[in-house]
Nanobody, 121 residues
């Protein structure tokens, strides 16, 4: 079994910063893509940023220049550094792993439980 566990959410003032972490656990050999999504109340879950095992990244237009995604392949961990936060960044942030390889199975898509980020004064 594979699990993704997020941490680092919280309450921050506009203009502030937060760093989210997501650690994958289980008998993992590799994870192709790790990504962050977010879902605000009443809205759909949208991609925030993604990164491949080779380091290729992509970002939603709304976060370009403010957020940075990175990963530690050896520890199967992905990070999201969020700077210059705005109230509209308020959402539950979810970690996602695509093509997670274990000795007995390949998992297509796995989600974490989510972590709340609230940007408010």
């Amino acid at each position: 079994q594979v699990q993704l566990v997020e941490s680092g959410g919280g309450l921050v003032q506009p203009g502030g910063s937060l760093r989210l972490s997501c650690a994958a656990s289980g008998s993992i050999s590799s994870i192709y893509t790790m990504a962050w999504y977010r879902q605000a109340p009443g809205k759909q879950r949208d991609l925030v940023a993604g990164i491949t095992s080779g380091g290729l990244t992509n970002y939603a237009d709304s976060v370009k220049g403010r957020f940075t995604i990175s990963r530690d392949n050896a520890k199967f961990t992905v990070f999201l550094q969020m700077n210059s936060l705005k109230p509209e960044d308020t959402a539950v942030y979810y970690c996602n792993g695509q093509v997670i390889v274990t000795p007995n199975r390949v998992f297509g898509s796995t989600w974490g439980q989510g972590t709340q980020v609230t940007v408010s004064s």
